[in-house]
């Protein structure tokens, strides 16, 4: 198995890059998207090219994530371990927040406004914090790190990336869930889906009405216990 979790990812990517990897769903908005494991790596690419690039994220730096259950997350996830550096469910020197803005890196911080595709706001943000949608597509679809992470480095809240690895139970089906998957409850998921091959259909503000209907569409094989 990989040794960190950036090349176990680009292995699912070469078995099976076009297949859906995470499916993302807001019953609040009505927001549906399907993303493969190629373009998951694609937003992974230009999301650690901002970081390095632009907020100058170097190995061993730590990244907090202030987003509820959200497909960005499993890309900011995967864009920190990219650059070498760490996820905390502390502070970090860098954090991503939501429109909520609800947390605040100690060297810089950016927010998403959780819109379709990524958008950027539609109105001003406060001083300080930067744009991600304004901001990420500005990037290219491929990152070379400065220093590739090794399996002991950091990977979330002082776990190495062996340790999650070590730690996860490979995840071969397409499994639905309510809960954020970078937290540390929900990292397990992640990785194990990411290990096993299998794919994820992640659900904010669940409408149970749906879930019938949603099991068969999406053909899930196991709901995971809901957030």
């Known amino acids: 198995m990989a040794g960190t979790l950036p090349e176990l990812f680009a292995a699912a990517v070469r078995r099976d890059g076009a297949s859906p990897f995470l499916t993302y769903y807001d019953d609040a908005s009505g927001e549906r998207i399907e993303l493969s494991a190629l373009t998951t790596a694609n937003w992974v690419a230009k999301t650690a090219n901002l970081l390095v690039d632009e907020y100058d994220l170097e190995a061993g730096e730590t990244v907090a994530i202030g987003l509820p259950p959200h497909w960005l997350g499993v890309v900011w996830a995967l864009s920190t371990w990219s650059a070498g ?39 001003a943000i406060p001083a300080g914090v930067h744009d991600y949608g304004a901001e990420v597509y500005n990037h290219p679809d491929v990152f070379v790190p400065f220093e590739p992470p090794a399996a002991g480095f950091p990977a979330y809240d002082g776990s190495s990336h062996a340790d999650l690895i070590a730690a996860a139970t490979p995840i071969t089906e397409r499994v639905l869930t309510t809960a954020s998957l970078v937290t540390p409850d929900g990292i397990g998921t992640l990785v194990g889906v990411i290990a096993g091959g299998g794919s994820i259909v992640l659900c904010r503000n669940l409408d149970e009405s749906k879930l019938d209907r949603r099991i068969t569409d999406e053909k899930i094989d196991r709901v995971l216990e809901h957030a």
């Open 85 to 123: 550096a760490s996820l905390t469910s502390g502070e970090g020197e860098v954090a991503i927040t939501g429109p909520d803005f609800g947390i605040r890196g100690t060297r810089e911080t950016i927010a998403s406004a959780l819109l379709p595709l990524g958008g950027r706001f539609r109105e």
